[in-house]
């Protein structure tokens, strides 16, 4: 039985990873986020369908790198043991152009998808050190192959995670630690309402005539790869709708 630590895990592609994980039987699931209610709904929700899988469910803001640390120090002695870490966390504020982009934005996602991924990673490769098949999975973007119009420090940030997926790598080749990026194009999450803060119209308008990637369809792919052979290792992985050529060039209403 394998423990699978899950950041962001209240919504989106995170909920969808740990639901297809719980149904494979060979998964224990440690999630964490900062929605600690919406996390024990899906522990109910998971323990219904699945009564064998083990959930621990804990409070986790990435950003704060106190409360990472205490927090990963402080587990139940039965879940300071991770064989798999996805870094899930992470988020886009407001598409404007960087003369006109709010600090208050670029703090938040400068502060989620890299200083939280880097706080997280830091503190739980140590909870991987008795794995026998030890992997990372970040999660990335299309944005961090390419720069589309307005999305300069969001773009910025999923470069960052490139690079440091590289770098983890790299410096945790010694400890055979797997580490593998997942980048999707357009998912239809509550990523775009997010990044629109709220605004519901505009964030369905983003996916209006296509069909997007789904959670599930992330999650099915971060399953696959983590059910490679142990000489194996899916380095980067880049994945998009159909009708998503780019970051930026989509064709609507395609014919099913």
């Known amino acids: 039985m394998r423990t699978v ?18 149904s494979e039987s060979r998964y224990r699931l440690l999630l964490c986020a900062r929605r600690l209610q919406r996390l024990h709904e899906m522990q109910s929700e998971i323990q219904e369908l699945f009564p064998s899988c083990d959930v621990f469910c804990f409070e986790l803001d990435v950003r704060d790198r106190e409360q990472v640390e205490n927090t990963f120090a402080n587990l139940p002695v039965e879940w300071r043991d991770v064989d798999i870490l996805i870094n899930n966390a992470g988020l886009s504020q407001g598409l404007d152009p960087i003369h006109e982009g709010s600090t208050g934005d670029w703090d938040r996602m400068i502060d989620t998808n890299v200083k939280g991924l880097l706080y997280v990673t830091k503190y739980a490769v140590p909870l991987m050190e008795n794995s026998p098949a030890p992997h990372i999975v970040n999660l990335g973007s299309i944005a961090g192959k390419e720069v589309y119009p307005n999305g300069n420090v969001y773009c910025a940030t999923k470069h960052a995670v490139d690079a440091l997926t590289q770098a983890m790598r790299i410096d945790l080749l010694t400890k055979g630690i797997k580490v593998t990026s997942v980048d999707p194009g357009m998912v239809e999450t509550e990523f775009s309402e997010v990044r629109f803060k709220g605004d519901k119209e505009r964030a369905k308008a983003v996916y209006k005539g296509i069909t997007p990637l789904s ?10 790869v983590l059910s ?4 194996v290792n899916i380095n980067d992985l880049l994945v998009m709708p159909t009708a998503q050529a780019t970051g930026t060039i989509i064709k609507r209403d395609l014919p099913d």
Do not use: M, N, Y
């Not at 630590?5 to 719980?22: P, W």
């Not at 959670?215 to 696959?224: H, M, P, R, V």
């Not at 490679?228 to 000489?231: E, I, L, T, V």
């Open 5 to 22: 630590l899950i950041t962001g895990a209240s919504s989106g592609i995170g909920e969808a990873c740990a639901k297809v994980l719980a």
């Open 215 to 224: 959670g599930q369809d992330i999650a099915e792919i971060i399953s696959f």
């Open 228 to 231: 490679r052979p142990a000489h």
